[in-house]
């Protein structure tokens, strides 16, 4: 394990694979390193880059330092993109695409290209939006140390069927997502105000120049295509692009070839 420390001190854990130009990964809800996509797509792109994925604060082998704010978080990342050599490409999955376009927005960034899958967003009326309370709920449960819940909530809320709830809830993983569970609020705080049905603020990412790939998959909702594409059409310099026959979860074999062609243009 690798590490670098923070502005505030945290240390987050790393992983360093391949050669070549640096592309950093970076996570969504409750993935970490050893647990969810990166380390499969950072296998399949090692052959032509030098993949950086990591733990975010408070998941796997990173350490947290309260109180949290997306400041602090994006801080987190800079350090990372400093250890691999201050110019980067960056590819940021669901809620790592609002942190890795928050980064990107800052004047010298080092981020040279970006490539984004599925920012969780509902801007029309084709997706249930999130409700009011969410994180204020959340909040709550994760203080009160109600970690089942906390991840019941946000399943619930991402549309996952009450049945396959109840069948996870009796599996290894549901430990492990448990054990991240306090870290939710984190990306509700990242995403902001995108899951509330209203269109994206046409000044918020206007700062984020460096080309874009926005990507979502086939099979996914009709709400989340549509954010991504909306997404496209509001970063100053993007390109939307759909993956048939995929969902959120979006398989590294079909990605790999897609994001290594873009990178590498």
Not at 249 to 262: D, G, H, R, S, T
């Amino acid at each position: 394990m690798s590490t670098v420390t923070s502005a505030d001190g945290t240390t987050i854990a790393y992983t360093k694979v391949g050669s070549g130009p640096a592309l950093v990964l970076v996570d969504g809800a409750m993935c970490y390193r050893d647990f969810g996509p990166m380390a499969d797509l950072a296998d399949g792109l090692a052959a032509m880059f030098t993949v950086y994925f990591y733990d975010r604060r408070g998941r796997g082998e990173s350490t947290d330092t309260a109180p949290y704010a997306v400041e602090r978080e994006a801080e987190d990342l800079e350090a990372l993109i400093a250890e691999a050599g201050g110019d980067v490409l960056m590819y940021g999955c669901s809620s790592g695409a609002a942190l890795a376009l928050e980064v990107a927005k800052r004047p010298g960034s080092g981020v040279r290209k970006l490539a984004l899958y599925e920012l969780p967003a509902i801007t029309d009326d084709t997706g249930k939006q999130w409700p009011d309370d969410l994180l204020s709920r959340t909040d709550e449960l994760v203080a009160a140390d109600r970690r089942s819940d906390v991840v019941k909530l946000f399943m619930k809320t991402v549309g996952t069927p009450s049945f396959v709830i109840a069948i996870m809830r009796r599996t290894k993983v549901w430990k492990k997502l448990m054990a991240v569970a306090h870290t939710i609020p984190y990306d509700y705080r990242v995403l902001g105000d995108t899951g509330y049905g209203k269109p994206f603020p046409a000044d918020r990412w206007s700062a984020v120049t460096q080309p874009a790939l926005v990507m979502d998959g086939g099979k996914s909702p009709e709400y989340m295509r549509n954010s991504q594409r909306r997404l496209a059409e509001v970063l100053p310099n993007a390109e939307h692009r759909s993956l048939p026959g995929q969902t959120h979860m979006v398989k590294a074999a079909v990605q790999v070839p897609v994001l290594a062609k873009y990178f590498s243009s």
